[in-house]
Nanobody, 115 residues
Framework: QVQLVESGGGLVQAGGSLRLSCAAS????????MGWYRQAPGKQRVLVAN???????RYVDSVKGRFTISRDIAKNTVYLQMNSLKPEDTAVYYC?????????WGPGTQVTVSA
């Protein structure tokens, strides 16, 4: 099993920055892809960015150029640096791990961007 815990959310003004962290523990070797997802009120959870085992990254168009996903393998931690935040970025942000036949999720962290 894999356990994920997010941190770093909070309240920020539009144009500001936040860095989210996701610490993984357990069967780390079973993780294929790590990703950040978000769910706004009344909407479905959607992918924001992910990073593959080989280090390749992918971003949803709405965050390209503003968000950066990275990882520290030694710390089993994935980060999401979020710059130039907009009110529409407000959501609960979840860390997710693709384990092949299953997935693991963190409890989420709230990000609120005020206008």
């Amino acid at each position: 099993q894999v356990q994920l815990v997010e941190s770093g959310g909070g309240l920020v003004q539009a144009g500001g920055s936040l860095r989210l962290s996701c610490a993984a523990s357990g069967s780390i070797a079973s993780i294929n892809i790590m990703g950040w997802y978000r769910q706004a009120p009344g909407k479905q959870r959607v992918l924001v960015a992910n990073i593959l085992r080989d280090g390749n990254t992918r971003y949803v168009d709405s965050v390209k150029g503003r968000f950066t996903i990275s990882r520290d393998i030694a710390k089993n931690t994935v980060y999401l640096q979020m710059n130039s935040l907009k009110p529409e970025d407000t959501a609960v942000y979840y860390c997710g791990a693709d384990l092949g036949l299953s997935a693991a999720w963190g409890p989420g962290t709230q990000v609120t961007v005020s206008a």
